[in-house]
């Protein structure tokens, strides 16, 4: 099974190759790969000026990411799978906070309340805060009210 890298770097090939060698018009070839005119510019640019090899995805610049994929995966399911007390916390709510001393104490990774919120963003999730609810509750009261 190809990667997504050695997808992306086919689909270059695809596309380049359709409009060179096959003599395909840049509309179509727009439509039907589904990318912009200015990219699919881009990559003749490319290719012209260094052939296929440089139509290869490079390695991206930046700082590498602190998490790892694996990381990312414990952490979804410490939070989806349990909670806080599971991990010797003394309260039942994931907090911010609560999750940055989880990651910090489990992973040995020290993120800012902000990269923690940003984190659980990615992974589709959101600290919530407590219903406030009295378990003494008639719900036949709260119908009839």
């Not at 050695?6 to 695809?14: C, G, L, S, V, Y």
């Not at 912009?36 to 003749?44: A, H, K, V």
């Not at 799978?81 to 599971?86: K, R």
């Amino acid at each position: 099974m190809a990667t997504i890298k050695e997808q992306r770097d086919q689909k270059r090939k695809d596309v380049v190759e359709a409009i060179v060698i096959r003599h395909e018009p840049v509309h179509l070839v727009k439509r039907i790969y589904n990318i912009p005119e200015r990219t699919i510019f881009n990559w003749l640019s490319l290719y012209r000026s260094g052939g296929w090899d440089a139509l290869k995805e490079q390695a991206r610049s930046g700082r590498p990411r602190k998490i790892s994929a694996g990381d990312m995966q414990w952490i979804y399911n410490a939070v989806t799978m349990g909670n806080p007390m599971n991990y010797q916390f003394d309260f039942c709510l994931w907090t911010l906070n609560a999750m940055r001393a989880l990651i910090q104490k489990e992973l040995d990774i020290k993120l800012s309340k902000s990269s923690v919120s940003r984190l659980l963003g990615h992974l589709g999730l959101s600290p919530q805060r407590p219903i406030y609810k009295s378990y003494k509750q008639d719900p036949k009261k709260i119908k009839q009210y």
